[in-house]
């Protein structure tokens, strides 16, 4: 299957980089490489892959970061020939460790004990492989809670890697969900892997919660797209539950913040990582 490489200049490269990866992951985009960062110029680089018949120019151009007034970027696009995406994912992907709690590794990485929990997730996606800040902020504040017996909503889930840890804590009734079909299928492939039984994966967006009930929601989307879910996020919870934010920069924190109180929950956690933020918050 040949792919469209689209190779984008970006300036100032933080935290903008980190903001166009995720919303080019949400239009379909399935590998990225960072290229090199002009620090005096300030401008960086991004290479992101898509496959050539998912490819839309359009799509581009409604992203809130080609249209934002403080950051400027350009781009160029080519069609390159087909290439064994695992096993460039394979030479780049080295496992992950939170503490001494979580280690997140491949099925070709050799296991290490001493760890509460070792997830194995195939690297097919850029997104929720652990090595992204937010997917860590994300799996730091999950850590804390007793997730025995729960009903849980990973919204937005990538490779399920959040699902999957909330099943090795207890939860017992997993529900992820994400737009994609590559996703779905890779979240499916990941449950495998780690023996789930509690996990269920969905082609969903938020509208999926519709009636249903979750004593926690994880979604580590982009800011926007919380805004809008926020409503029904909070409707889907259950009184006492938890809801995890993530994928915004801190700059925007207090635009979350506002929209949750908004729906009628309270702020608890917030948790910050170089130019990613998380907020943690209750339903009473």
């Not at 151009?61 to 064994?84: F, G, Q």
């Not at 996606?125 to 860590?136: D, N, P």
């Not at 840890?165 to 499916?188: F, H, Q, S, Y």
Request: hydrophobic residues 40%; negative net charge.
């Amino acid at each position: 299957m040949p792919y469209t490489q689209v190779t984008f200049l970006i300036s100032p490269p933080d935290p903008w980089r980190d903001v166009l990866m995720a919303e080019l992951a949400d239009v379909g985009f399935d590998s990225f490489e960072e290229g090199v960062t002009d620090r005096r110029g300030g401008s960086g680089e991004l290479k992101a892959y898509i496959r050539s018949d998912r490819y839309d120019e359009g799509a581009l151009s409604a992203l809130v970061t080609m249209r934002d007034p403080h950051v400027l970027v350009s781009y160029e696009a080519m069609e390159i020939a087909d290439r064994n995406w695992n096993a460039e994912w394979e030479r780049s992907f080295q496992p992950v460790e939170v503490g001494t709690d979580v280690r997140i590794r491949a099925e070709f990485h050799e296991s290490r004990p001493g760890f509460a929990h070792e997830l194995i997730i195939t690297p097919r996606m850029a997104f929720g492989t652990g090595h992204h800040a937010t997917t860590r902020m994300m799996v730091q504040a999950m850590l804390p809670l007793d997730w025995r017996g729960k009903r849980v909503c990973d919204l937005g889930s990538g490779t399920g890697v959040l699902a999957i840890l909330a099943e090795r804590m207890g939860a017992t009734d997993i529900l992820a969900i994400d737009n994609d079909p590559g996703a779905v299928e890779n979240a499916i492939h990941n449950c495998g892997l780690n023996g789930c039984h509690a996990v269920r994966v969905e082609k969903g967006d938020a509208a999926t919660l519709e009636g249903l009930r979750f004593d926690a929601i994880l979604a580590n989307i982009e800011r926007n797209v919380l805004l809008e879910a926020m409503p029904r996020m909070s409707a889907a919870l259950n009184p006492g539950g938890a809801l995890f934010l993530s994928g915004f920069v801190p700059s925007d924190r207090h635009m979350l913040a506002q929209r949750a109180k908004e729906c009628g929950l309270e702020l608890a956690e917030r948790l910050q990582e170089g130019e990613w933020a998380l907020l943690g918050c209750r339903k009473p």
